[in-house]
């Protein structure tokens, strides 16, 4: 026999009042439960807003790897279609600097002249030395700078020393050493 029913037989309390106990601790016992299940869902919400935001993250770290490729590709592409050839009959030797490397790549007079204005670059890409347009140049500048080997801007303008006792004497820029 159960504590109530004792307290009952003993008249104590009532039925009404046995059965109101008895529904109020059913009651908080299902409260209970709803809480926690409103606890378990809201956890369950949090944890997936954390991992699509990990996912957006990550995909649109993939998506900038992958321009990125793309655009390498485009340019890889672009400098083999707009590649100047070079006659094999040309002989001088136009000196330039590429990662604290002198090379020489062998050019025409025509050419030279146009690299020396600034109407052609220089790029490398895979151990190969192409010779482009300003443009495209430039514009491989500026996302792929280890690619431009020769770029004249003209910015650099030499400074003359007053006291040069050879400022008046001109120094041929096509020497052939």
Known sequence: MSLQDQLLKAGLINKQKAKQVRTDKRRKRKQNKVDESELIKQQAAEKLKQTAEKDKALNSERDAKAQAIGRERGFATEIARAGISIDSQADIGFNFTFNNKVLTLYVTSALQSQLLSGKLGIVRLQEKSYLLPNK?????????????AYLWDGSTEEVVDEDDPYADYEIPDDLMW
């Open 136 to 148: 495209l140049v430039e514009r491989i500048q500026q996302f792929k700078p280890e690619w431009v």
